[in-house]
């Protein structure tokens, strides 16, 4: 499968941006799909990921509350909405794909697309 991640952009701060990232190739539904971030100087770090069939997700005690993750399989994209933006929350996005479901666990993911550039300014 093949990921694409898309809709990043200059946002203030308390702000939302809502992200996109969209799959071709294999059944998209044989997996959970993951959002993570980098920050420059920074370990790539877990977001939010959502089962196959939108039922169950997970999201990192940094972003809960704030940020929701859906998809849409028919039309093969996993969105996150991202409310309240901080400055922390400054980062490259991407999304992976995962056969093992919604796991904060990195390695369990792979195809990994290019990511997309979220800043929030102060």
């Known amino acids: 499968v093949q990921l694409q991640a898309s809709g990043g952009g200059l946002v203030q701060t308390g702000g939302s941006l809502r992200l996109a990232c969209a799959a071709s190739?294999?059944?998209?539904?044989?997996?959970?799909v993951g959002w993570v971030r980098q920050a420059p100087g920074k370990e790539r770090e877990f977001v939010a990921a959502?089962?196959?069939?939108?039922?169950?997700?997970n999201y990192a005690d940094a972003v809960k509350g704030r940020f929701t993750i859906s998809r849409d399989n028919s039309k093969n994209t996993v969105y996150l909405q991202m409310n309240s933006l901080k400055p922390d929350d400054t980062a490259v996005y991407s999304c992976?794909?995962?056969?093992?479901?919604?796991?904060?666990?990195?390695?369990?993911?792979?195809?990994w697309g290019p990511g997309t550039q979220v800043t929030v300014s102060s």
């Open positions: 959502i089962n196959w069939n939108g039922m169950t997700s």
């Open positions: 992976g794909a995962s056969p093992k479901g919604p796991t904060p666990n990195l390695i369990w993911y792979s195809f």
């Open positions: 190739g294999r059944t998209f539904t044989n997996y959970a």
